[in-house]
């Protein structure tokens, strides 16, 4: 995806997940904890704020505590959410991807944000959908890079900050819709993985957008689009970890 197309789907994504909240400010999201609607769009106000601020200050280090965003504790978090995710879409579609901007990744530049933007909103997004009914697709194309990231920066990010015990079985994925492969294993208490068609004790096979969802712990792995094959335990596990 281009820079236009993931910023399209960035302002896409929030924008259905705002119009999802408003309609049911105390839904129940039943794959965020204790949360509710309110609750999920206030955290995306504040995310979606925190790095709006960062790209379009273009900051070389760390905000401080007072320029962070301040959520409100009231029905009108998700006034600030939309006026957040406003500022954001501005932010990103006046930036290049390559413009160095402090983050908290080995990727020293806008793009980190430009795609982790992409993945978190439209995991939310579903969260959102989930909360009150039918839920739309999330891309396989897009899905296959979610894949990517989150192999590649979410899990090795995770045990980053908190050291937990990783499965000892190997997983393999599969996506049926189009190109996309690969294999995750432990090394100790670091996350490897490569895009390959190998072996796993585990592999779990469907379209790119239900494999991204599984891996964020979702999409339960018995649903009527993923197959398992080999030890369910080890890929349940690897879904487990997702922060």
């Not at 739309?136 to 890079?145: C, F, K, S």
């Amino acid at each position: 995806m281009d820079r236009d197309a993931i910023v399209n789907q960035i302002e896409l994504d929030g924008r259905r997940l705002i119009e999802v909240a408003r309609s049911d400010l105390k839904a129940a999201v039943p794959t965020c904890g204790d949360w509710n609607l309110l609750d999920l769009a206030g955290h995306m106000g504040w995310v979606h704020g925190l790095v709006g601020s960062y790209v379009a200050s273009r900051a070389t280090e760390p905000l401080g505590r007072e320029q962070m965003p301040q959520v409100p504790d009231d029905d009108s978090a998700v006034d600030f959410a939309a006026e957040a995710l406003d500022r954001l879409v501005d932010a990103l579609a006046g930036i290049e991807p390559d413009t160095p901007v402090w983050n908290w990744s080995p990727r020293p530049d806008a793009g980190f944000y430009f795609r982790r933007m992409l993945h978190e909103t439209s995991v939310h997004r579903w969260d959102a959908e989930n909360a009150v009914g039918a839920t739309g697709p999330v891309d396989g194309d897009q899905a296959r890079d979610g894949v990517d990231e989150f192999f590649e920066f979410v899990l090795p990010n995770a045990q980053n900050r908190k050291r937990r015990d990783l499965p000892a079985g190997s997983l393999h994925l599969h996506r049926t819709d189009g190109e996309g492969e690969w294999i995750v294993h432990a090394e100790g208490d670091d996350v490897v993985f490569e895009r390959a068609h190998v072996k796993g004790d585990a592999a779990v096979r469907g379209p790119g957008g239900a494999l991204f969802l599984a891996m964020w712990n979702r999409l339960p792995l018995d649903d009527d689009s993923l197959s398992v094959v080999g030890d369910e335990a080890t890929a349940q596990a690897w879904a487990a970890l997702a922060p």
